[in-house]
């Protein structure tokens, strides 16, 4: 059975700094590419960073660029997401999950883990 734990969220003022962590269970982690996603009150599930099967080719939203980094070790079937110089329009609950190919629905949905950034 597929299973996806985020962890690591919590409360933060602005410009601190959170590292998230995501982990699966159930699938061949390490080949899956695999996204973080957030979703603030009121607003869609975005696409927040991506990261490829061996690591070797991240992609971030433009509001998070140089901001966020994503990494992954495929010996803990873990993906993280370190953030700094958080903001308050960082709030929101992150996910995160497997990219399958197309034609395929995504793996069930962990959880999240809820990042306020507020002072």
């Known amino acids: 059975q597929v ?3 985020e962890s690591g969220g919590g409360l933060v003022q602005p ?3 959170l590292r998230l962590s995501c982990v699966g269970s159930g699938f061949t982690f390490s080949l899956y590419p695999m996204t973080w996603y ?3 009150p009121g607003k869609e ?3 927040v960073a991506g990261i490829s099967r ?3 080719n991240t992609n971030y939203a433009e509001s998070v660029k140089g901001r966020f980094t994503v990494s992954r070790d495929n010996a803990k079937n873990t993906v993280y997401l370190q953030m700094n110089s958080l903001k308050p329009e960082d709030t929101a609950v992150y996910y995160c999950n497997a990219d ?3 034609g395929y629905d995504p793996f ?3 959880q999240g ?3 306020t950034v507020s002072a």
Do not use: F
């Open 3 to 5: 299973q996806i734990a």
């Open 15 to 17: 410009g601190g700094s």
């Open 38 to 40: 957030r979703q603030a």
């Open 45 to 47: 599930r975005e696409l």
């Open 54 to 56: 061996a690591g070797g």
């Open 100 to 102: 399958r190919p197309k």
């Open 108 to 110: 069930s949905w962990g």
């Open 113 to 115: 883990t809820q990042v």
